[in-house]
């Protein structure tokens, strides 16, 4: 079989990953997970990839007596089935599918293992939607799985037919964020040919403080958001538009995750040891893909980024610079000539 030519932006991911793993136990309610690993997997020009865990609960613990059934042996090969058969269908409906993995023990420590192991470039899991307490449910193996997995993890629910997106919404919780994750968004973006919209929401609070100031800090966040925006689009080639709005950000971005067609990239900050109300929520709630990278110290991901974008060398000063980080407040940077 002829494989096509990957596109510029795909070709890319290629040279820097080695393409994405799918955790998947052969439930009936994973095929949206299992469709949108494999897209993007051929969008990468890479096979998918599988990992099964598998485990003998505590009431299957017993010793047996001679001649019993071995316990182990049977959810070992229960899983192995599992996956054979995940591999078939995929391999029914034209997928490339690559090597697999099995392993005894706990769903998040052998996908963290195997994703470390083969250096995936995503770990893809599936997920159901809710509110209240079925949500709060529902969350808490994605939630295990971004607090696992030192990856970018893209939790996929909704039907078949609501892959692939029809728009991506990239988080700017903070300019200061690590600018890989909005990189990584609009890239995403690029690959499956939808198009993307940097979203920062304003609290209440800081919107009252710009209406008794003439709205300036309000007008520069719009300014800024947007300069980076258009830097987003000229570096990935994606369809990038900004949006600034006010009010509480956690029911904002819910709004807007209420779409099972729209999908949500968020950062998860290293420093920090919880995952944020928003990453939260939008594990627990969101009604369609939420993809959840995670996010480095500055000292950390600026020689990363710098790399892939070598015109931000000429427009930033090294973060690693002490005269840098000893500045309390970072000149304002313009949008550059061009791409206003």
């Known amino acids: 079989m002829v494989q096509a030519a990957l596109d510029p932006a795909a070709a890319a991911w290629r040279r820097r990953v080695t393409g994405p793993v799918l955790a998947d136990r052969g439930s009936d309610d994973a095929e949206m ?20 865990a598998w485990a003998v609960p505590a009431m299957g613990r017993v010793t047996p007596t001679a001649g019993e059934l071995d316990v182990s042996g049977v959810y070992e090969n229960s899983a ?23 392993a005894e023990g706990s769903a998040v420590t052998v996908v963290a293992q195997t994703a470390d ?16 307490v079925r949500g709060h449910l529902m969350g808490l193996l994605p939630e295990a799985f971004v607090r696992g997995v030192h990856r970018p993890v893209l939790v996929v629910r909704g039907q078949s037919a609501d892959w692939p997106p029809r728009s991506i919404i990239i988080v ?4 200061s964020d690590d600018p890989a994750v909005a990189a990584e968004g609009a890239r995403l973006a690029r690959v499956l040919k939808v198009p993307a919209a940097l979203v920062r929401v304003s ?3 800081g919107a009252a403080a710009s209406d008794r100031r003439d709205e300036a800090p309000l007008k520069s966040m719009r300014e800024d958001v947007r300069c980076r925006a258009s830097r987003l689009e000229a570096e990935s080639g994606a369809e990038v538009t900004s949006w600034v709005t006010t009010g509480e950000p956690v029911g904002v971005l819910l709004g807007l995750a209420s779409d099972p067609r729209v999908l949500v990239v968020a950062g998860r900050r290293a ?5 944020g109300s928003i990453v939260s929520a939008l594990l627990h709630e969101a009604a369609g893909p939420v993809l959840i990278l995670p996010e480095r110290s500055p000292n950390i991901w600026w020689a990363d980024y710098a790399s892939i974008h070598p015109r931000s060398r000429e427009k930033r ?9 000893r500045r309390s407040t970072p000149r304002r940077t313009r949008c550059p000539r061009g791409l206003a």
């Not at 192995?80 to 099995?102: I, T």
């Not at 192991?117 to 209240?132: E, F, N, Q």
């Open 33 to 52: 997970a299992r469709r949108a690993a494999a897209d993007v997997a051929a969008h990468e020009g890479v096979p998918l990839r599988l990992v099964t």
């Open 80 to 102: 192995r089935a599992a996956q054979k058969g995940v591999r078939e269908h995929l391999g029914s409906l034209g997928k490339r599918v690559g090597a697999g993995y099995v």
């Open 117 to 132: 192991m083969i250096d995936a470039s995503l770990v893809v899991i599936g997920s159901r939607a809710g509110s209240g």
């Open 172 to 175: 700017d919780a903070d300019g």
């Open 203 to 205: 609290s209440e609070r």
């Open 271 to 275: 420093k920090h040891h919880g995952l």
């Open 317 to 325: 000063r090294d973060l690693t610079d002490p005269l840098f980080r």
